[in-house]
């Protein structure tokens, strides 16, 4: 584990964190996502949850589809 994954406040701490058996979970490498907070009724989230396993997968991929069809890139 590279040293700069660690929060700097822990690592005082970091002997006695890894003695009682800490696991600290890999820091997210960059990928050209971002998290987003989106606020949507209630009953739009229902509907889309109802849809089943991977409906966050899917919403995207309309955005993206819309994205490609309707915002203009600006390619000339």
Same mark, same amino acid.
């Given at each position: 584990m590279k +040293? @700069?994954?660690? @929060?700097?406040?822990?690592? *005082?701490?970091? *002997? +006695?964190l890894v003695g009682v058996g800490l696991?600290? %979970? *890999?820091?997210d490498q960059p990928t050209g996502e971002q998290r987003v907070t989106l606020r949507? #009724?209630? #009953?739009v989230v229902? %509907?889309?949850r109802s849809s @089943?396993?991977?409906?966050?997968?899917?919403v995207y991929g309309a955005l993206? #589809?819309?994205?490609?069809?309707?915002?203009p890139r600006g390619d000339a």
């Open positions: +040293l @700069g994954t660690i @929060g700097r406040g822990l690592l *005082p701490f970091l *002997p +006695l696991k600290f %979970a *890999p820091i949507l #009724d209630h #009953d229902e %509907a889309l @089943g396993k991977g409906w966050q997968t899917r993206r #589809d819309w994205l490609d069809k309707s915002w």
